[in-house]
Each structure stands twice: as C-alpha cells, then as structure tokens.
C-alpha cells in the first residue's frame, strides 16, 4: 500500500463498499472526501449521509480520517436512502440553473471592473454601454429567479429544496448588486452632465 492511500470498508444497508481514498497534495483524506467517494458508490447524497465508526457519528467534513481513528483496513457504516430519480432529475434542473447564475454573474463581474477602470476617465457614452450590459444581467437573474420559482418540490425532497433555497438568496445577491452597479453609473452620469452644462453656460 503507498504511504498516501487509505483503503476501507463502508457497509450499507447489506452491500459493503471498499473506499480507497488518496492524499490530494499531500494533504490527508477528509471525511467530505470519504463522504464523497461513498455519494459515487452509492447515490446517497453526502447531506443525507451518516457514516459511524466505533458508535460514534462523524460530522466534521473539514477533518482528517486519521483524527477520527481511522486507519487501514478500518470497518465503517453508512446510514442514508438515495434520492429518488425524480429527486435527482429536479437537482440536475438546479445544478444547471446555478450553472447560468454563475456564467452570469462573471458577465456582472466583468462590468464593475470595466466602471472601475473608467474611473478617471469617464464617458458618458462607455457608461451607457456599461449601463445596457448591467440590464441585460439583471434580466437574465429575474428570468433565472422565475424558473427557480417554478419549480415545485414536494417536502420529501430536502436535497433540492435546500439547493432551491441557496439559488434564490444568490440570485437575490446579484440583483442586489445590479441595482448598485446600476446606481453608481446613474450618479456618474449625472455628474457628466452636471459638468457639461456648467462648460455650456
């Protein structure tokens, strides 16, 4: 067995699953990577997943095996049910949403850099640009937020309502921060032509 490689064995429900699990960068395996490895084994999502050794419940997802006692060869239990595949099929809806959030996001992300820039040198015709692009974000979180909104969970699915929860309060975020992007270019716009009339009298 190599030094970084940590190799045990989960049993759940009647089926034992073999988990070998290896240093990332030299660091040791965490209980999120076991936790991880046993999502892939199993389908059980790690949210619903209790992994107990020697009686105990591990929690602590940032910990290392080793300071639970884990060693080679160690025995360990799984208690937790796989989502249904409808479940499955609504968090895949989510995952792609959050997907779109974030490709949207960098779009946003990208503009407050841009009006940064523009700091010292500002046009009104590149903050309207900027201003357009900072709509069109905003429009796509307000589509996003409305189909996060329609989909319909029932209570069983507390994977995706949880993620669903999440989405809704990132969106939220970024609409704040549109509005806030969107009021700093008003203000310099304002400004500019403050400044213009002042040139024209």
């Known amino acids: 067995m190599a030094e970084n490689t940590l190799t045990v064995t989960v049993a759940h429900g009647t089926t034992k699953h073999n988990i070998t699990l290896t240093a990332q960068d030299g660091h040791e395996p965490l209980l ?10 199993t389908g059980v999502p790690a949210p619903s997943q209790k992994i107990i050794f020697k009686g105990k ?14 060693k080679q060869g ?3 239990m799984m208690i937790g049910k796989r989502n249904s595949p409808e479940e499955e ?44 692009r900072v709509k069109v974000a905003a429009e796509q979180f307000m589509k996003l937020l409305e189909e996060i909104d329609g989909i319909n969970l029932p209570e069983s699915f507390s994977d995706c309502r949880m993620k669903k929860k999440g989405l809704v309060k990132t969106v939220q975020g970024f609409l704040a921060q549109c509005d806030k992007i969107e009021a700093g270019i008003s203000d310099h716009l304002a400004k500019i032509q403050t400044k213009n009339l002042a040139l024209a009298e």
């Open 57 to 70: 419940s591990l929690k602590e997802m940032e910990e290392s095996l080793s300071s639970f006692g884990l």
């Open 89 to 132: 099929a609504e968090l895949k809806k989510l995952k792609d949403i959050e997907k779109s959030v974030e490709q949207t996001a960098k779009k946003l992300e990208k503009v407050d850099g841009e009006l940064n820039g523009l700091k010292n040198d500002l046009q009104a015709e590149a903050l309207n640009k900027l201003d357009h």
């Open 32 to 41: 999120k990577d076991l936790c991880e490895a046993l999502t892939e084994a």
């Open 74 to 76: 160690c025995k360990l």
